[in-house]
């Protein structure tokens, strides 16, 4: 069972920037892809980002290429989320999130996800 803690999260300017961790626990952090969602009040939860097990990999919605930055430190069992120029649409809850059986094609989707963090909440004010 995986346990997933996120933190980071605040309130920021628009053009400001955050850097989200989540920390792993309980499993050896070892799965294919690890991802970033976002779900904003009255949305569906989206995709954000993903990475491979090795970092060598990410994968970023289009909404958030380029200013967003994904890592992760396996020796730590945590990954990031840089977040650079943030915008207000950028305000949302986010969630880190860890599968079983994630692939290249189905990162994108939430309910291939196993694992989810209670969320962090990103304002960001005009």
């Known amino acids: 069972q995986a346990q997933l803690v996120e933190s980071g999260g605040g309130l920021v300017q628009a053009g400001g920037s955050l850097r989200l961790s989540c920390a792993a626990s309980?499993?050896?952090?070892?799965?294919?892809?690890m991802g970033w969602f976002r779900q904003a009040p009255g949305k569906e939860r989206e995709f954000v980002a993903a990475i491979s097990r090795s970092g060598g990999m990410t994968h970023y919605a289009d909404s958030v290429k380029g200013r967003f930055t994904i890592s992760r430190d396996n020796a730590k069992n945590t990954m990031y989320l840089q977040m650079n120029s943030l915008k207000p649409e950028d305000t949302a809850v986010y969630y880190c999130?860890?599968?079983?059986?994630?692939?290249?094609?189905?990162?994108?989707?939430?309910?291939?996800?196993?694992?989810w963090g209670q969320g962090t909440q990103v304002t960001v004010s005009s």
């Open positions: 999130a860890d599968g079983n059986a994630v692939t290249a094609v189905t990162l994108i989707q939430a309910r291939r996800y196993d694992y």
């Open positions: 309980g499993r050896t952090f070892s799965s294919a892809y």
